[in-house]
């Protein structure tokens, strides 16, 4: 048949082979239909999927391409189904759903694939009705059994917010596949219903590497990162191939959790398996050894890059930031520049982060004042909240305030909180009172900004002030979150709470201690009992602070790892003035290396000193 179409064709005058085979519009069909009845040449030599692409538009010209393709051997539906898929993938999708309506309209039976395309334009356009409409043209038409099209479907729906038609769909699926598990897990995800996520991962009769990874970052996304490193361990040992979007995943959650040994040993992996040029991968190991306290190991990833993108620069700056090496972070970022890499608003946060924490006011004015001025690049949030940090911390609490007071946008609970820090480390009480007002508004339940007032108060002895800012939390229902320091020893995290006695190792801790304590004694060590904002005896407030969790942490980090190696601690508060002094003098008693991740950046005590410039 093709070869008698062929040479029929090629028997007609060059200028009507091509108004034959290249018309493009309506009226060009019609003149190519004209001249084949005139030289009675068969239809059959037009293309039907033309005629369907430049009528399908026009209510007229589809009755007359539907005339015109009812004298052709194929079937319709499957020339139309070519035109809806071009249709659905174009810029203007609802050009598909018209195109259907009038298929109906002229009775043309759909088959799978048209609701698929139809389908598609519908969630591309998230369409909710004619979504419906198509799913109603399933079940009418007897396509329930394919799977393909169910879990479109259910995508679909997810897609739309509706779960619980989702839900639906998949509870009445006469069969499904591990792609509709992964659908319905993704859009639990999406919808913040984390445990029903997880229910239906574990209900899964099989898991592909798809299941595990989005478990995984769905673990490190709702702050379960024990639980998504555990996933890990579980999907490791029955044999799943991981691949790059699980070593994101994995390495996500050990920089959150601080699990450097499994994080070392992912980074090998990703070596062994071909992922080791991988931007993504990389980007994401520069996090993950900076989080885990490991600075040098950052650099070194960050300095084997072939090839860096702005992410690798913002993380490397963000990393010299948290550790103390504010220089060093603005010396990358003059890098960054002089090799034509444009700076984000991330890029920025971390370079007013380091002139925050170094006290470089006059160098965090100019960086805050040029990323509009030079890049275009408007202050979010983050960057004001920056900008009152660096205040309060040099002291210029007035400037701070002002400052939050001419912001274009309203201040967050970050704000105020970097102005109410500042309040005490510089003795502020009154714009302390004012940063809480405005706190109890805008974050009511978090103990953090009630604790720092209250203290505030007992430093200056104002201990009824003091008692009225703990009754008000009562009263409220906020509840002081205890101070909690974890530690990874041979693959295992050791949890210790602040006062905890319960560890199986806890008189073993406390001998370690007392024995620390009188090597720091001969050194000058004196506990600072103004950090413990009690109004008891001196010896209780000195048994507060040698209970604190990341004294338990480092003493059973000295007993249970080989000398000379890092302790690593991770804190989910901020280290207090007294834990500080002391991690500085047992640094050098046991000439160890320690690095602490406290709540607002890292400390690496070393031979009696810290890369911090202060606590704070």
């Known amino acids: ?38 030289t009675n040449t068969p239809l059959s030599l037009i293309p039907p999927s033309r005629i369907a692409s430049v009528c399908a ?19 319709q539906i499957v020339v139309w189904n070519s035109c809806l898929k071009t249709l659905a993938e ?41 979504g419906k409409i198509i799913h109603g043209v399933v079940e009418k038409f007897g396509f329930r059994w394919n799977m393909v099209l169910q879990n479109m479907i259910l995508n679909f729906y997810g897609l739309c917010g509706e779960m619980s038609t989702a839900r639906l769909v998949f509870d009445k699926m006469p069969q499904r596949d591990v792609v509709s598990w992964n659908v319905m897990i993704t859009h639990l995800v999406k919808s913040g219903d984390f ?11 099989e898991r592909n590497v798809r299941s595990w990874t989005m478990m995984i970052s769905a673990c490190v996304h709702y702050g379960k990162p024990k639980e998504g490193v555990q996933l890990f361990l579980e999907m490791e040992k029955i044999g799943v191939q991981v691949n790059e979007v699980t070593v994101v995943a994995v390495l996500s959650a050990c920089a959150d959790l601080g699990a450097l040994e499994l994080g070392m040993r992912i980074h090998e992996y990703s070596k062994r398996s071909g992922f080791g040029g ?22 070194r990833v960050f300095e084997e890059m072939e ?3 702005i992410v690798s620069w913002s993380a490397m700056i963000q990393g010299l930031a948290i550790h103390g090496h504010a220089q060093e972070a603005l010396r990358v970022f003059s890098m960054m520049i002089e090799m034509g890499v444009m700076p984000n608003g991330v890029t920025f946060i971390g370079l007013l982060h380091a002139c925050s924490h170094m006290g470089l006011v006059d160098e965090g004015r100019r960086f805050f004042s040029c990323m509009t001025r030079d890049y275009g690049i408007i202050p979010e949030i983050e960057h004001y909240g920056c900008m009152v940090d660096l205040y309060s911390r040099a002291g210029l609490l007035q400037e701070a305030h002002e400052f939050i007071m001419n912001m274009p946008i309203k201040p967050n ?27 109890a508004e805008l974050d009511p339940l978090n103990d953090g900004y009630y604790i720092v007032l209250s203290n505030i108060y007992a430093e200056a002895e104002r201990w009824e002030d003091a008692s009225r800012v ?42 370690m201690w007392e024995k620390l304590l009188d090597y720091m004694k001969l050194r000058g060590y004196k506990p600072d009992t103004s950090v413990v904002l009690l109004d008891v005896e001196e010896k209780e407030k000195e048994k507060f602070l040698y209970g604190h969790s990341e004294k338990l942490a480092l003493c059973f980090g000295l007993i249970n790892t080989p000398p000379g190696s890092v302790i690593r601690i991770m804190k989910n508060l901020r280290v207090c003035e007294d834990c500080h002094a002391a991690f500085k003098l047992i640094s050098a008693i046991v000439n160890r290396e320690i690095v602490v991740r406290d709540r607002n950046r890292f400390h690496c005590f070393k031979d009696g000193a810290c890369s911090c410039q202060d606590f704070w």
């Open 1 to 38: 048949m093709q070869v008698i179409m062929s040479s029929s064709l090629h028997s007609l005058p060059w200028s009507a082979q091509n108004l034959v085979s290249n018309f493009n519009s309506p009226l060009e069909l019609k003149q190519a239909h004209a001249h084949l009845i005139k």
């Open 90 to 130: 174009s810029d203007s999708p609802f050009d598909a759903i018209l195109l259907f309506r009038r298929l109906r309209e002229f009775d043309v039976v759909p088959d799978s694939f048209t609701c698929a395309f139809v389908l598609k334009a519908c969630t591309a356009l998230l369409d909710d009705k004619n």
């Open 307 to 309: 090839k860096r993108t």
């Open 278 to 299: 991988n931007v993504r991968v990389l980007n994401t190991l520069i996090d993950m050894y900076v989080k885990c306290g490991c600075l040098e190991e950052a650099r």
């Open 57 to 75: 538009l026009s209510h007229l010209d589809f009755s007359y391409a539907h005339r015109l393709l009812a004298h052709f051997h194929q079937r």
């Open 195 to 205: 445990e029903g996520a997880y229910g239906f991962f574990s209900r899964m009769p």
């Open 470 to 511: 703990r009754k008000l939390m009562k009263n409220r229902g906020v509840k002081k979150k205890p101070g909690c320091s974890s530690i990874m020893v041979d693959g295992v995290i050791h949890e210790f709470v602040a006062g905890d006695d319960s560890h199986s190792q806890a008189n073993e801790i406390s001998d």
């Open 413 to 439: 609970g970050v704000v105020w909180g970097a102005l109410l820090g500042g309040c005490k480390v510089h003795k502020n009480i009154e714009l302390a009172e004012e940063a809480t007002r405005h706190l």
